[in-house]
């Protein structure tokens, strides 16, 4: 450590003697560094393109929660809330910390919260100039005087992705390693370079303190607004069913891709930035995501030519989860702040690889908290490791990774904020028509943002509606600009006996996983959702 060097205060954290230290840095910086040090190559459009190895997306068999009697009672346990004792995170983030010695560190203080009644200060310290460029973009960017004025952070973040565990010697699952610790207020990410897992660890976060301490409802979605009315939307879903690409609207103002929170007096984005995914990323179907990867921008795993610097959205062989990050403000119609009015309309979404759910359906208040703690939908190929192809499962709360609290009470501010505003709620299928996934197709783009944008502008609220006694949703019959035929799915069907034995079994396994993951749940909630007939 050159003398006289700053620290920041690294030393607080146990990083000792580091080569340099960095904080806040500019995209340009930033850029300029990861390229001298060989952590990616330039895109033709300017942006940072890097492989991320052996983990292109979540891990979440390797991730982790600090079991304190503090925290014991608010949290969830489950396969994917584990928990961890004291004694193994603090050997693990000495251990990060100590291979920092003589590197150099990367420091980006920021904030997640656009409300300032609810803004929550971050300090995430990075072994990679490119991934601290990617928080730099996906967190809120501090002003100068804001800067000036950090003070403490509220929360650590230490990404030291080249520590690789032993898992035999720390107790952890393999070399890498994901942990919250809440009462402490420290975070550690170790053994991997996907930089999703900054991010949603950050998320997890958030998805802890804002309902245990500020009454407000975290929620997995995008969201938009109406230009004028300040209304909002919010859309929720998992990765890949098309939160990032539906709330893109031209008409509208976007608020975020994926993280919000709804409080007394509306909702705001707990980011500065989206992290979008871009296999098959087309420039005609999604100009405002395409044109956003430029220059300050970090694109993860798409396929680059090494002479004309053109990236292939097609290539998915490293994997079908390529991403890029950028901050929100690369979209023309962000709404900056990222904050918006009370939502008037939720809208689930869901990638049904059975083919058997309506496109759009409306649902009451029961059924929104049913679906709101079900969140069915298909893992999509890339999103974890493992997964090939699309898998029907059910992610609670369509989040499952990142709600560390009871399912129910979540829900059960969902509900009465449902109630309370009397917001419309709908689940759309982005997922298969026509038959399941290697028969039917997947539904059209066209077709999907029409029904979209009919549920935002109210039309959907002046046609007739059918029951699905199988479902227990109601159907529109009619949609502006979406064929009639497309929005009865048992009618795209050409084997009708096919879709009714697929239906049923779907419903089935609605019923089996809500008795086994919820018995605890009221009944009004269990009766709302579907129900074998057969």
Known sequence: MKVGMRTYGVEKLGIYCPKAVYRNLNPAQLTEFALRRGEGSLSSTGALVVNTGRYTGRSPKDKFIVDTPTIHDDIHWNDINRPVSREVFDKIWGKATAYL?????????????????????????????????????????????????????????????????????????????????????????????????IKKSIFSTMNYILPKFKNVLPMHCSANMDPVTKESAVFFGLSGTGKTTLSADPERMLIGDDEHGWSDHGIFNFEGGCYAKCIGLDKEDEPDIFNAIRFGSLVENVALDPFTGELDFNDGSRTENTRAGYPVEFISNSAIPGVGGIPKVVIFLTADAYGVLPPISRLNQNAAMYHFVTGFTSKLAGTERGVKEPQPTFSTLFGEPFMPMDPLHYANMLGERIEKYNTRVYLVNTGWSGGSYGVGKRMNLHYTRAMITAALNGSLEEVEYEFDPIFRVDVPQSCPDVPSELLNPRATWANKDAYDNTANDLARMFEKNFAEK?????????????????
């Not at 070399?175 to 809440?182: H, L, N, P, Q």
């Not at 919820?518 to 057969?534: D, Q």
Request: with cysteine; glycine share 8%.
């Open 101 to 197: 010695q003589g590197r150099d560190v990367f420091i980006f203080d920021g904030m997640a919260g656009a409300d300032p009644q609810y803004t929550t200060k971050f300090r995430v310290i990075n072994e990679l100039a490119s991934q601290n460029l990617f928080i730099h973009q996906l967190l809120i960017r501090p002003t100068k005087e804001e800067l000036e004025n950090f003070g403490e952070a509220d929360f650590v973040l230490l990404c030291v992705p080249g520590f690789k565990c032993n898992p035999i010697v720390d107790g952890v699952h393999s070399e890498a390693a994901i942990m919250i610790d809440y009462e402490q207020h420290r975070i550690v990410i170790v053994g991997t370079r996907y930089a999703g897992e």
């Open 518 to 534: 919820y018995p605890n749940m009221p009944e009004n909630i269990v009766k709302a959702g579907p129900k074998a007939r057969f």
